[in-house]
């Protein structure tokens, strides 16, 4: 059975639009490499340090990241923007934490059809509510900026 870890990485490379090939290039390894090292298959290859994080910053895909913090103990929240608190910026902070609570609901559904859960959907559930948690704190941030002095 593959790890959390193992599972996010094959999936950022697989998720990739251009494929692995295009990452391979962006990231200057080898085609060969770059798919051994996203392979879980492949034990004698794995990934850098380095090259996951030119692999999280290519792909904009931060599931390696959450999970890394998700084994230590931790949820990880972006920084942000800097903050446009007007009235639009609220409203689309607030409809992307609705938007991401369904897709909580979408991962979970997807999941229960078979009344089973894979590693895949445990992933793809966790993926969401780390997107949730993140659109939480980005409306947090526009709510807070509505008042000049309250604190961060």
Do not use: W
């Not at 609705?98 to 999941?111: C, Q």
């Amino acid at each position: 059975m593959l790890t959390p870890l193992e599972l996010a990485i094959h999936q950022t490379g697989a998720d990739h639009k251009g494929g692995i090939k295009d990452l391979s290039q962006k990231m200057a390894v080898s085609y060969s490499t770059l798919a051994n090292k996203l392979n879980p298959a492949c034990e004698g290859h794995r990934l850098s340090i380095h090259e996951a994080l030119s692999l999280m910053l290519i792909t904009r895909n931060f599931s390696i990241l959450h999970v890394i913090a998700d084994e230590c103990g931790f949820v990880l929240t972006p920084k942000g923007e800097p903050n446009n608190s007007g009235d639009q910026a609220l409203l689309e902070a607030y409809g992307k934490v609705h938007a991401e609570n369904g897709d909580i609901a979408k991962a979970l559904l997807a999941a229960l059809e078979d009344g089973r859960f894979t590693p895949k959907e445990i992933n793809n559930i966790t993926r969401e509510v780390h997107e949730n948690v993140e659109a939480l704190q980005a409306f947090l941030r526009r709510v807070r900026g509505l008042c000049p002095t309250s604190a961060e």
